[in-house]
């Protein structure tokens, strides 16, 4: 009986994990051509620059194989090389839990037909190596197929993001604004000071 109770629990929780795990990106075909315009080891500054990926059908689907894609959604995602030693960025085959494409470029109804969006780096993309994958959804939202700028060890194609770093000159002219301010704050308190004192000392007419 126990035993019985034992097998009836691992096949529900196996089923239960199923049900609501991410669908394994080692299931998908790569039937998406995606192209971006960064020459491989540009670099590109965050918040300044803007890359424009283009995306396709490659042509081999049979007819109609593509009449349950609902949207492409496209990111923008970590090379290997800016994955190493950080947890937060690590890879998972199953894609509810991959944190290699963080960034979402853009999420557009499916077409057929060849796609391009120009998208302007975000203020908060960090300093790292990046490649752009596509992924066709369903309805439901989950992947069904994707493609991407590098190769299957994600090793070519790839190109450089500059973070923002320093400060602005914006910034810069407001606390410059601001000392001269409180300089001049500073010289009118002891000024006014000076002059109560002097009142205060003289005789009283």
Not at 72 to 82: D, E, F, N, Q
Not at 113 to 122: A, D, G, H, M
Request: hydrophobic residues 40%; proline residues 5%; positive net charge.
């Amino acid at each position: 009986m126990a035993t019985r109770f034992l097998l009836f629990s691992a096949v529900f929780l196996f089923c239960f994990g199923s049900a609501f795990g991410g669908v394994p990106f080692s299931t998908l075909p790569r039937t998406l051509v995606v192209t971006a315009s960064p020459k491989r080891g540009s670099a590109l500054k965050a918040g300044e620059d803007s890359l424009k990926v283009t995306w396709a059908p490659n042509g081999t689907l049979p007819a109609g194989a593509d009449k349950n894609y609902a949207k492409v959604k496209v990111k923008l995602c970590y090379a290997p090389i800016s994955q190493k030693d950080r947890a937060w960025r690590k890879t998972n085959d199953d894609l509810s839990k991959d944190k290699t494409c963080p960034f979402t470029i853009v999420t557009r109804p499916y077409s057929a037909k060849q796609e391009s969006f120009e998208w302007l780096l975000e203020r908060d993309v960090p300093t790292a190596t990046y490649f752009v994958r596509a992924y066709a959804l369903n309805a439901a939202g989950d992947q069904v197929v994707y493609g991407q700028t590098t190769d299957g060890r994600k090793s070519s194609n790839l190109f450089e993001v500059e973070a923002i770093t320093g400060r602005h000159a914006s910034l810069d002219i407001a606390a410059a604004c601001f000392s001269a301010f409180s300089v001049v704050s500073l010289v009118g308190f002891f000024y006014a000071e000076k002059r109560k004192a002097r009142r205060s000392a003289s005789p009283a007419q």
